[in-house]
């Protein structure tokens, strides 16, 4: 059995940990607690500062030592002050960006419980595995059509880019203007489920396979 302590952007990623996740992980002996970085000394949720999510971090390690650790952030909209950025900015392709800024904030904690993922490029790129889930809480075909087509540009869930308007958050508003970040993305996520997720989505599979072999 494993402990897995998890740090999240907000309340979201906290919902979707909670009840996708983590019964997921739990019935392969990874048992997982999940809270939304600090903002200040009395707020959590939002990634304001690499400074201040590191402290938070570590703080926590010394905290639990027999727990192991990891983080779920957005590549979009991460902060310009976040370890490898420039580097990363030399690579090619997304995926390469995000790997060089996962092993700079890797090297910056310097803790072998420390395992980092930055989520390419949101939250909401999961949701776009199965955009026929969006039809149960917002059945308008026409908008899950369009949802559908965003994705088939894409050819994968986690290219959809990271441009003002056209990250995967923003795709979602422009097609169902009612969409809640909050309330539809967790139960959407439960809906499409872990094992879909980690066919098309390969950064995030690969986040998966690494935690379920911490108890292996």
């Not at 926590?60 to 902060?79: H, I």
């Not at 894409?154 to 880019?161: C, D, G, K, Q, V």
Request: aromatic letters at 8%.
């Amino acid at each position: 059995m494993v402990r897995l302590n998890i740090t999240v952007e907000g309340q979201t990623e906290e919902a979707f940990i909670r009840n996708t996740l983590a019964p997921y992980l739990g019935e392969r002996r990874v048992f997982i607690f999940a809270r939304s970085v600090a903002t200040s000394r009395a707020s959590r949720g939002g990634l304001v500062s690499y400074p201040r999510a590191r402290q938070d971090i570590v703080r926590w390690m010394r905290q639990e030592s027999d727990a192991r650790f990891t983080t779920m952030f957005d590549l979009y909209g991460l902060p310009d002050d976040w370890p490898g950025r420039e580097l990363a900015a030399a690579q090619p392709d997304p995926l390469g960006r995000v790997r060089v800024m996962e092993d700079a904030f890797r090297e910056d904690i310097g803790d072998r419980r420390f395992i980092p993922h930055i989520q390419l490029h949101e939250f909401e790129a999961l949701l776009f595995v199965d955009t026929s889930k969006f039809a149960a809480r917002h059945p308008d075909t026409e908008a899950i059509a369009e949802l559908e087509a965003i994705v088939d540009e894409a050819s994968n869930p986690e290219l959809i880019n990271d441009g003002r308007d056209t990250h995967p958050s923003a795709r979602i508003h422009s097609c169902i203007p009612r969409y809640s970040k909050t309330v539809d993305g967790p139960l959407i996520a439960a809906e499409i489920g872990i094992e879909r997720m980690r066919e098309r989505c390969p950064h995030f599979d690969g986040w998966v396979a690494k935690l379920i072999a911490l108890a292996e």
